[in-house]
């Protein structure tokens, strides 16, 4: 297991998984990744939100579409929650968006967004938007918070080739579950145009929400 | 175990075996689903050793042998010790209306034996199609109230080949998320835009709907077989005929047991002759095997030329046509049956109800008794099973996280007796596991 060497503390991370369109999916992956899909036909939108208050990366909050994808499965190493593709990161702050291109070469918008967190009871509003453009909106619902430690496969690609880094995600508080309670509106905006937002499900199959938390990277590997 | 390596107890002070085995089961088969690299057999080392822990630790009780016919009571082997457990409480088969084991049946399969010897010996469109085949769909035919019947060697192949006998790339199908894994694999096999609805929300199956124009296709189920709820088929025949799409129902778990004459939930809802293609399976309450097709004469014609999972398998068993064929004749004759099924089924939610087990929205002869507790799930299973109780659990992948549970089907042949002592099981056991309140001691018995 490579070692850890980016580390990102968040109070809350919020992920929600949505059925999206494979034509979509297929679109936005490099040509040696493909979709995972949950039905025929219906790949996997994942959207994640974080506010952090510190790491290598400093205080920002960041918005990440993804699309889930296979892990790289190796006999003897440890099996992964879920790999994921990211195809565009959305932050707040300029020094962040630099060091997620510059060491992470995770494609971003390159503006800044807004991004609101609003706890209610068992569940959190998620507001994205940019330069006064709503982006998406987001509910996640809880169920029971426990300790955890996953590991996830993260892709990368850029002109210079293709890339994975093991994520670890930590934290006190994780909750998960398949209820369908949340939702998701998602707006005509440069950050979603490659999806068709008619055709990616307005609720979640899963809902994931991680409090008091950090993000670990290990060292990008070629491919 | 390597999937898990980081998480072994020998790593940590204090490990157990049984961290071992828990760690073993924070997975399932969703994690080998897929898996990246070149090898076609890249995943079976990992799946292997995960299967070394997991199996033992709860999946071996799936597919156990039984020693006799399906019936209330039945003699299991435990895989896991070579014992073998007598007389456990059956809540795991299919058996709806006790038919697969009656006197009657057997003798009719014997017959056939003697007539027809064993296999059809041929595809149907071909040599595999004997007297035995067309008297059973003439009289189903006959008993659907439909112009014609096509049998198929499985209930799965059934909508495998309807489904894409009909649909073809470009059209459009939009089935209930919780359709059947045959219906899904039909319309992998159509090659049509396939779509999915939320469960029985016909707001989004409008949604869908409208934004498509061209032939389509909409699929729901008569009782859903997770959860034992019944398709809300007034309101979805609305919809799809309001945007021109024809109605597959599937009737596997409703077929002789919904209707006024057991046609099914179309027409329990006095929607038969609405609905367009009617699906149904032998093998639930009939007690055989195979399934089958019923609608208009054009569409049957069509699908006997167009059905590929029909006409490449050999036709079923003669023997056990005659047996479903004796069973139809033995549900016409006797609707006390499903008098009796339906007085189990009300009998049963009740108890289950006073003993304050979870069984969502069935309002059916399949109760999920819900659980959910994914990592606990199998452990109950065994407990249930020592403690009389022979019933499948099911866990996610096939439901979603946190909705485990033992999905509980009740037969006409069950007594009061069974009944109750099975429900006083069950409360007993989840009572133990927190899972519902202190009441067993509470549950009534009408017969003492």
Redesign the interface.
């Known amino acids: 297991?490579p070692e850890d060497v980016g580390h990102y503390y968040f109070n809350n991370g919020v992920n929600c998984l949505f059925?999206m369109p494979t034509s979509d999916a297929r679109r936005l992956l490099p040509a040696h990744l493909?979709p995972?899909e949950v039905?025929?036909?219906?790949s996997i939108l994942s959207v994640t939100a974080f506010d952090f208050y510190k790491g290598d990366g400093g205080v920002y909050q960041e918005a990440v579409l993804a699309i889930l994808v296979?892990?790289?499965?190796e006999?003897?190493?440890?099996?992964p929650k879920a790999a994921l593709f990211p195809f565009l990161v959305g932050t707040t702050t300029e020094p962040s968006r630099r060091e997620g291109i510059d060491r992470w070469r995770l494609p971003h918008l390159m503006q800044d967004i807004e991004v609101t967190f609003e706890e209610g009871d068992e569940c959190i509003d998620i507001s994205v938007g940019a330069g006064g453009d709503p982006i998406l909106e987001m509910t996640a619902t809880s169920?029971k918070f426990e300790a955890t430690e996953m590991?996830f496969h993260t892709f990368m690609s850029d002109d210079e080739g293709n890339f994975v880094s093991h994520v670890t995600m930590e934290g006190e508080g994780y909750s998960?579950?398949?209820?369908?309670r949340g939702s998701l509106t998602l707006y005509k905006h440069e950050m979603t145009k490659g999806l068709t937002l008619?055709e990616v499900n307005d609720?979640p199959?899963?809902e994931q929400w991680l409090k008091q938390g950090v993000e670990k990277f290990t060292s990008l590997r070629s491919l | 175990m390597s999937v898990a390596k980081s998480k072994a107890p020998e790593d940590r002070p204090g490990g157990t075996e049984g961290d071992r085995v828990s760690s073993a089961m924070q997975y399932d088969y969703t994690n080998f689903y897929f898996g990246s690299g070149d090898d076609a057999f890249a995943m079976l080392e990992p799946f292997s050793e995960w299967w070394a822990e997991s199996h033992p630790a709860g999946y071996y009780l799936y597919g156990l042998p039984m020693q006799g016919a399906p019936e209330t009571r039945v003699d299991i082997r435990d895989t896991k010790t070579g014992k073998i457990l007598h007389d456990l409480l059956n809540f795991a088969s299919y058996n709806y209306l006790g038919l697969s084991y009656r006197p009657e049946v057997k003798e009719a399969v014997i017959e056939a034996t003697h007539l027809y010897g064993n296999g059809a010996s041929g595809s149907p469109i071909l040599s595999g199609s004997m007297e035995i085949h067309h008297q059973l769909a003439e009289r189903l035919a006959a008993f659907k109230g439909k112009e014609a019947v096509l049998i198929f060697p499985t209930g799965y192949s059934a909508n495998l080949g309807v489904i894409a006998g009909l649909m073809r790339s470009g059209d459009l199908i939009i089935a209930d998320q919780y359709a059947h894994a045959s219906v899904v694999d039909g319309m992998i096999l159509s090659k049509a835009n396939s779509r999915f609805f939320r469960h029985n929300k016909v707001e989004d199956l409008e949604r869908k709907l409208k934004r498509f124009d061209g032939k389509k296709l909409v699929i729901v189920e008569g009782v859903y077989s997770m959860d034992g709820d019944i398709a809300v088929l007034p309101e979805i025949m609305e919809v799809s005929k309001r945007y021109g799409a024809r109605v597959l129902i599937d009737e596997a778990h409703s077929t002789f047991i919904y209707g006024e004459t057991g046609r099914g939930v179309a027409e329990h809802f006095g929607l038969d002759d609405e609905v367009d293609i009617h699906i149904g399976t032998f093998s639930k309450s009939l007690g055989g095997q195979g399934g089958f097709v019923a609608g208009s004469k054009p569409l049957i014609d069509y699908l006997r030329g167009f059905s590929r999972s029909r006409f490449f398998s050999c036709g079923i068993s003669p023997v056990v046509a005659a047996g479903i064929l004796r069973a139809l004749e033995i549900f016409e004759a006797e609707p006390e049956l499903r008098q009796r099924l339906w007085a189990n089924v009300e009998y049963m939610h009740s108890l289950l109800n006073e003993g304050g087990v979870p069984v969502g929205n069935s309002e059916s002869q399949v109760v999920p008794i819900l659980v959910h507790d994914d990592a606990r799930v199998f452990e109950i299973g065994e407990a249930l099973m020592r403690d009389g109780i022979y019933i499948n659990p099911v866990q996610y992948p096939a439901v979603p996280k946190h909705k485990s549970r033992f999905r509980m089907s009740i037969s006409a042949a069950h007594s009061r007796e069974e009944l109750e002592q099975g429900a006083r099981i069950i409360t007993r056991v989840l009572e133990r596991y927190g899972i519902c309140p202190k009441t067993s001691d509470t549950i009534t018995s009408t017969t003492g």
């Open positions: 297991m059925e493909q995972l039905q025929h036909e219906r296979p892990p790289r499965l006999a003897g190493e440890r099996l169920y590991l998960e579950h398949e209820f369908e008619d609720y199959f899963r």
